[in-house]
């Protein structure tokens, strides 16, 4: 067996050069061109340009002064005195004569594309000013180089440049109060407390507040992020909620939260079950209430994670009013409701505008007489969805009382078990028959109820359900 070859080495250095008012030369006018001006003009150079005609976007920009056009013929003496020099031209050969004479003068070169006669080259760079991530692959592969920037952008928040600058601002500060040796463990402290979420969230006084407490000797706060996880695929998940699960000490979670979308926090982060199951309670609501203030007043970073919005029917609203009362900071992650999801991935659009106008949310739980305290008149109407949390055990009373009020009895009406996972399953039928089908169908995992016209074009627009059996049918054949 012979040995997997070792990478080449890349024989590019990565440096960041300061080029605010150094003079730049680009020879090229196209869209190529244009390109590495727009990266260029965030460092704020003097950008002079060489070409036979300059497109649109570069004539607009030397009009407003923003580049200079030195004309069309590329000589060698325009290259003397400048700090970088860039050739971005359709012409190979006058691309190498700008690299030759660049190198002559000992000045960075770039020629576009063609990696060999360049000095330098130019990263993927993902811009969070005044921090920046430069990914290079030496020229070898520069698509996967941008492949990995999409991901890794992705991940970074859009206001992670107001956290660098803040921190850049405060080091006199800090500098001021603390020793060299000591400076260190409060930046790590501060950036993995509330104070860095805060500046992320574009408050700078609250984050200011938190770095003075610091100094002032302070524990670091606790803080609660009550996060919604979305329905149960965990490519639903927001960015937000994936960082603040990478973050979190301690998760308390329900029950309908799949191990996929768990696995996703922080490994070393104690998990508390909290979960409840229709007629049973694992813990009391207050109980959950009063253990998320105890936890941050222990200056844990407290992850309340549930299923779908915590804001739709999910109790978040009981659960940030304990947290205000008691002045525990917090914050709310918004995630993609089962209704919206659940409904997307069945094929049954919520609106649509020949069959529904309208979308109301209810929940099927019964009270304690097994009556459900609904507004029927308002429910049972034409020209709306109604979709129905908890609907599974009182799936026959909603049907009859759906028709009892005036609905047809062939009206459509759909269940989504475990809906946008592998595991979904959609039981379609009306309002006569889908208790029967539903019954017949042994259903136990999450649902959700949809009532109304839209459930019509489930057939037509069912995707998910044609996208799964595609990648099953292209899986390769084990053994």
């Not at 244009?34 to 920009?61: C, F, M, Y």
């Not at 698509?143 to 859009?158: D, G, H, K, N, T």
């Not at 909290?274 to 049973?280: F, L």
């Amino acid at each position: 067996m012979s040995a997997t070859p070792l990478a080449a080495p890349n024989p590019f250095f990565p440096i960041s050069l300061r080029l605010q008012g150094a003079r730049v030369l680009l020879v090229g006018g196209g869209e190529v061109a244009a390109r590495k001006v727009r990266l260029l003009l965030r460092a704020a150079p003097i950008i002079e340009i060489v070409a036979r005609e300059l497109n649109e976007e570069l004539a607009a920009l030397a009009a407003q002064g923003r580049v200079q056009f030195l004309g069309a013929a590329f000589e060698p003496a325009q290259i003397v005195g400048c700090r970088l020099v860039i050739a971005a031209t359709d012409d190979r050969a006058l691309n190498r004569q700008v690299a030759a004479a660049a190198d002559a003068a000992n000045i960075p070169v770039n020629v576009v594309d063609d990696p060999a006669p360049s000095s330098f080259i130019t990263p993927a760079i993902i811009d969070r000013a005044p921090l920046q991530v430069a990914i290079s692959s030496g020229g070898a592969a520069p698509v996967l180089a941008r492949r990995l920037r999409e991901r890794i952008e992705a991940m970074l928040p859009a206001q992670l440049g107001q956290l660098a600058g803040f921190l850049q601002r405060q080091r006199a500060r800090v500098a001021d109060r603390l020793p060299t040796s000591e400076r260190r463990a409060l930046w790590e402290r501060f950036l993995d407390g509330p104070g860095a979420e805060r500046l992320l969230r574009g408050d700078e006084a609250g984050g200011d507040a938190e770095l003075q407490r610091l100094l002032d000797g302070a524990a670091p706060g606790g803080e609660v992020f009550l996060v919604g996880a979305g329905p149960g695929d965990p490519d639903l998940l927001t960015f937000r909620a994936l960082r603040l699960m990478q973050q979190a000490d301690v998760v308390l979670y329900d029950r309908l939260l799949p191990t996929a979308i768990l696995d996703l926090v922080r490994r070393d982060a104690e998990r508390i079950f909290v979960g409840k199951r229709r007629s049973q309670h694992a813990v009391p609501q207050d109980e959950i209430n009063a253990e998320l203030v105890r936890l941050a007043r222990a200056g844990k970073r407290v992850l309340r994670l549930k299923g779908g919005d915590p804001f739709i029917f999910g109790r978040g609203g009981e659960e940030i009013e304990t947290l205000a009362a008691a002045g525990i900071a917090f914050q709310v992650v918004p995630g993609i409701t089962a209704a919206s999801g659940c409904a997307a991935y069945a094929g049954i659009p919520l609106t649509h505008r020949d069959y529904a106008q309208a979308c109301i949310f209810v929940t099927g739980h019964a009270r304690a007489d097994g009556k459900l305290a609904l507004n029927w008149p308002l429910l049972a109407q034409r020209g709306q969805t109604v979709v129905i949390y908890m609907g599974l055990g009182t799936l026959p009373q909603l049907c009859a009382e759906f028709t009892a009020q005036g609905l047809p009895a062939d009206w459509p009406a759909a269940l989504i078990e475990e809906g946008t996972s592998s595991a979904q399953r959609v039981i379609s039928g009306t309002l006569a028959d889908l208790p029967a089908k539903v019954a017949a169908a042994e259903v136990r995992g999450a649902s959700l109820v949809i009532v109304g016209e839209v459930v019509r074009l489930r057939e037509k627009l069912d995707w998910f359900a044609r996208h799964a059996s595609t990648q099953l049918s292209e899986r390769p054949l084990a053994g």
